[in-house]
């Protein structure tokens, strides 16, 4: 099977679809790996590294394309990269199709691509063993963003999130207990913040009161508990995923513009379209803008400056699928493994993902 490594093309995206170390396997497995030019080298592996593991170099995005059986991808394809997909391919990568446009769906379909979104392969017990790892490195780096643009230098509500003897921490509000906002209370309660968690699962909430013991305030995301967070909180971070599904809205404009004058929105759903009304996407050149008075940061593609780590931890997660499919092929795979089954957009010209679809339909 001919795989090919792509180099990312959105802005400040520094992972990469294979470390060095995977091509070496699969080459001597009897694949034929080819990775484009300087592919690697924000995640800190050269071209020369993928040679001494065995791949071969191109040096046009085009002609990666051209020639892939499996393309092995990180972020959506752009409109460009769209036009060079060519039909029957296989691409994996994390898609998040469901807010994506519905012109680059349509290209897929009319192809016959087959379309593997990392974000919504899952298991038995509905973990999602390859997005697992980059929410937790996604939710760990919200505190570290949320006390650089809580700073003068960067338009925010100048405060420090631990506070000091005498003046009090900052009230972070977290919307979503799942792996990202778990991640993110951990840290933010390590800088010393007051932390609030919002979800829709009583369940959830208990395990999230023993796991921090008793340190988290716990409240059910009813929208009257929403409407009385936002007036009071620092630090309000969206952190709500549906497996495929277009995030739903859980923060009106109205309660964004109760929140106090300055205070910080980060949301990390806006690879999914976003849980926060004023939510619009952002890239890492320019990260924040500020609607009704209130700093946004709503990067989609946020782990992709931690190039070197996120690709480890993406690697270490997706090789068993990208081992399984290079071997026995997607069909084979998907009888085998139901988790990769589940994580398939389309296939042979249709839309197989029932959430995803149900979210287009609801859209046009």
Request: aromatic share 6%; hydrophobic share 40%.
């Amino acid at each position: 099977m001919n795989i090919c490594i792509p180099r990312e093309r959105r802005d400040s995206e520094y992972r990469v679809g294979l470390t060095p170390a995977g091509v070496r396997l699969l080459t001597k497995a009897g694949h034929t790996c080819y990775i484009e030019h300087e592919a690697g080298v924000g995640s800190g592996f050269s071209d020369y590294d993928y040679q001494q593991a065995g791949g071969q170099i191109v040096y046009s995005g085009e002609e990666i394309f051209g020639r892939a059986d499996l393309l092995l991808k990180v972020a959506r394809p752009t409109v460009e990269e769209f036009g060079w997909l060519r039909p029957n391919q296989v691409i994996m990568g994390f898609l998040h199709l469901a807010a994506g446009r519905t012109e680059k769906v349509a290209a897929l379909l009319e192809k016959q691509i087959t379309a593997i979104g990392y974000e919504i392969i899952q298991d038995a017990d509905g973990e999602l063993p390859v997005l697992i790892p980059l929410s937790q490195a996604g939710g760990r780096m919200v505190p570290q963003v949320a006390a650089t643009i809580s700073q003068n230098n960067f338009g925010g509500k100048v405060i420090l999130l631990g506070g000091v003897p005498g003046v009090p921490p900052a009230e972070v509000v977290i919307l979503g207990g799942g792996t990202a906002g778990t991640a993110a209370a951990r840290n933010f309660l390590g800088l010393g913040a007051t932390v609030h968690i919002l979800d829709h699962s009583l369940n959830r909430l208990r395990e999230l009161d023993r796991e921090f013991q008793g340190r988290v305030i716990t409240m059910v995301s009813h929208a009257f508990n929403i409407e009385k967070i936002c007036r009071f909180a620092d630090i309000l971070v969206g952190s709500v995923l549906i497996p495929g599904a277009r995030a739903p809205i859980l923060v009106s404009r109205e309660m964004v513009k109760s929140m106090r004058s300055r205070s910080v929105i980060i949301d990390l759903s806006i690879d999914q379209g976003g849980c926060i009304e004023t939510s619009r996407p952002t890239t890492h050149s320019n990260p924040t803008f500020i609607e009704e008075d209130i700093v946004h940061y709503c990067v989609p593609n946020m782990t992709g400056v931690l190039g070197r780590t996120a690709t480890h931890a993406l690697n270490n997660a997706s090789w068993p699928i990208v081992q399984m499919i290079a071997e026995i092929g997607v069909e084979k795979a998907f009888e085998q493994n139901p988790a990769i089954q589940q994580g398939v957009y389309t296939h042979r010209g249709e839309i197989v993902h029932q959430k995803m679809q149900s979210s287009l339909q609801g859209r046009r």
